[in-house]
């Protein structure tokens, strides 16, 4: 499910069954150097938590991303995270993100780091065959805490 409306409506009626949310966390760089890489791999984690959101559509609320900058404080984002989706009636949160810094601080929740592979210049099979790979990467992470309930 996705963060719409329409989606909400059926998440309302349906909310026992969907326990987990999915939030990509988007470093957004502006330094000109960096941009490409940052735009690079923004667009690999949307890829990739679209195509998780699709393969578990009636177990998984997927919100829109958390994009942030380099000079912000992520320790005060993480403790602010934390605080508000402590709140929401999901049992598992799941972060999603590409910049390994994530790791290191505490979040209420799952941090999922992934390495950014560059899609941009490959063609829809091959892209959608990472895409694929990937998620076998992260499943167990899933699965993992869904079988602790």
Known sequence: MN?????MDTYLQQKEYIDTLIVPLLKVETVPGNMKT???SSEFL??????IETQFKGR????PPFAYTQSMDLTELAATLSR???????KHVFFLTTDVTWTSLKLDGEVIWLPSIPLESMDPQLRKTI????LRQVLPRFTEKWSEQ
């Open 3 to 7: 963060w719409t409306a329409q989606d």
């Open 38 to 40: 940052s735009a690079s």
């Open 46 to 51: 949307m890829h990739l938590t679209t195509f």
């Open 60 to 63: 998984m609320m997927l919100m």
């Open 84 to 90: 508000d989706f402590a709140a929401a009636p999901f």
């Open 131 to 134: 895409i694929e790979d990937q």
